[in-house]
């Protein structure tokens, strides 16, 4: 199957580089900067697993000629409707579009840019990120990613899809409940973003201020009340799994987004919690915490703008 990574940056360079590694059949759509340090340095990433380098096939927009079988969406959420434009020559009424974005709305974005039928449910868990070299750090051990249809069926071309990106060099799973998993990743980051920019600190200093534990567990409620409403309830497994990340005395477990804040970086603050609280207000969900936390944020974003 050809793939067409689209940004080869923590995510996209991580997953990328190891499918590549593993002889699949990769290239990156990376803009003219990217390409060049990309051309020059080769993608390098820096992990538990062991380091790798590698020279990555690039292209930049305007240099695709044909569809692509797989294509790994790998923008930020403000990078995404541009990159919509750049991949249309990407896309065939084949191809199947795996977004690496947490929250929902990008789903809607690119069925109305291209079809329903190129959309594959995605969820994508890791922790990496650039550094100054542009090399790729991977933080954690975690590395997996889900994929499903979205109505949860078993189709032929899943079945494609699986084969070709399991045994790459990290977790890859075909999910029978695609559309609730990714439900209950929003239901986690958007606690955790929220707690973390609101309270401006890790797991282990939210626990350890007055009211700190009581804020973060209120943020969940509200955010599970928010989701089971509009969208599908978490389940018991995935629930236990975010209260016990939120009660871990001590942990420097923070948010992409509190990360992206504390370093002055543009952030995804729509698409985690934004759009979520416009879910909530259409369906008459009250919720002061997400809305101070939000509140915040767009200050933190109409500063930067300047
Ligand atoms: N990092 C993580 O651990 C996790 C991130 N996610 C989610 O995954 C998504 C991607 O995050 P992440 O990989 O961290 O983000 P990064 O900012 O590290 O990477 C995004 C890359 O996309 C590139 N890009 C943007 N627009 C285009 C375009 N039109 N054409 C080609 N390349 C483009 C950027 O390149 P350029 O250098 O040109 O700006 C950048 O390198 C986010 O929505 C995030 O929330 C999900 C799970 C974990
Ligand atoms: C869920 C989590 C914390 C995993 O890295 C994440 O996706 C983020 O912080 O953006």
Redesign the pocket.
Known sequence: MRILVVGAGATGGYFGGRLAEAGRNVQFLVRPARADRLRADGLRIVSPYGDLTIVPDVVTAGEIAQPFDVILLTVKAFGLVAALDDIAPAVGPETMILAFL?GMRHLDLIAERFDRRNLVGCV????TTLDPDGRILQL?P?QEIAYGELDGTASDRMARLDATMRDAGFSARLSTDIEREMWE?WT??AT??ASTCLLRGSVGQILAAPGGRQTAFALLDEVTATVSRVGRQPGERAMAAIRAMLSDEGSS???????DVMIGAPIEADQILGDLLARARTAGVPTPLLTAAYAQLSIYEAARRG
């Open positions: 947490n994508c868990k890791v922790a954690s975690v990743k986690l980051l955790l973003a477990q923070t948010s992409s987004l509190y990360r």
